[in-house]
T-cell receptor, first 112, second 111 residues
Framework: DVKVTQSSRYLVKRTGEKVFLECVQDMDHENMFWYRQDPGLGLRLIYFSYDVKMKEKGDIPEGYSVSREKKERFSLILESASTNQTSMYLC???????????FGPGTRLTVT | GEDVEQSLFLSVREGDSSVINCTYT??????LYWYKQEPGAGLQLLTYIFSNMDMKQDQRLTVLLNKKDKHLSLRIADTQTGDSAIYFC???????????FGTGTRLKVLA
């Protein structure tokens, strides 16, 4: 069974704090993704990584950065959290040639 | 740019069929997906269809694709309360990494 895990289910942070969201997959997938999910907007891609140390910006990268030092781990970093980054964050992974993405359970981040 | 649209809400009675609709704009879409998201959980792939297919059936689920109108639908037969969730339509073009998701349709099943 493919497993994608995220470090926290719920997180509350203050404005201006640096926030790390961690994602780990156990299936040796090359591709990893970070999305945010907001009501009425669906899923929007923040960043994508297709290999270790490789990353590409998605549709809404502003205010975020990512790190992929190991194949199984993809981190999303909010350098200085703001209230408009309050959202559900979803991590996903897939093989290069696969049509299917596997999702983690999500982290609900609240920035106060 | 590419866009995927869905209605936001659908309410059905237990035992009835549910039909969730989706339209997309990218004519080069190769794969079209339906995902289910239960409360507090991530997305789970329900089914998918290749763009060269018209229909796919998988137990209670039937996917219909009208490529000319760029319209995708998911029919759930004999809808149960456990089917209450948000359903996302998504598309992907072969050779790209990007998945385009719709806004999600919240299905409420009334007992």
């Amino acid at each position: 069974d493919v497993k994608v895990t995220q470090s926290s289910r719920y997180l509350v942070k203050r404005t201006g704090e640096k926030v790390f969201l961690e994602c780990v997959q156990d299936m040796d997938h090359e591709n990893m993704f970070w999305y945010r999910q907001d009501p009425g907007l669906g899923l929007r891609l923040i960043y994508f990584s297709y290999d270790v140390k490789m990353k590409e910006k998605g549709d809404i990268p502003e205010g975020y950065s990512v790190s992929r030092e190991k194949k199984e781990r993809f981190s999303l970093i909010l350098e200085s959290a703001s209230t408009n980054q309050t959202s559900m964050y979803l991590c996903a992974s897939s093989f290069h040639t696969s049509y299917e993405q596997y999702f983690g359970p999500g982290t609900r981040l609240t920035v106060t | 740019g590419e866009d995927v649209e869905q209605s936001l809400f659908l309410s059905v009675r237990e035992g009835d069929s549910s039909v969730i609709n989706c339209t997309y704009t990218d004519s080069s879409s190769t794969y079209l997906y339906w995902y289910k998201q239960e409360p507090g959980a991530g997305l789970q792939l329900l089914t998918y269809i290749f763009s060269n297919m018209d229909m796919k059936q998988d137990q209670r689920l039937t996917v219909l694709l009208n490529k000319k109108d760029k319209h995708l639908s998911l029919r759930i037969a004999d809808t149960q309360t456990g089917d209450s969730a948000i359903y996302f339509c998504a598309e992907k073009t072969s050779g790209t990494y990007k998945y385009i998701f719709g806004t999600g349709t919240r299905l409420k099943v009334l007992a």
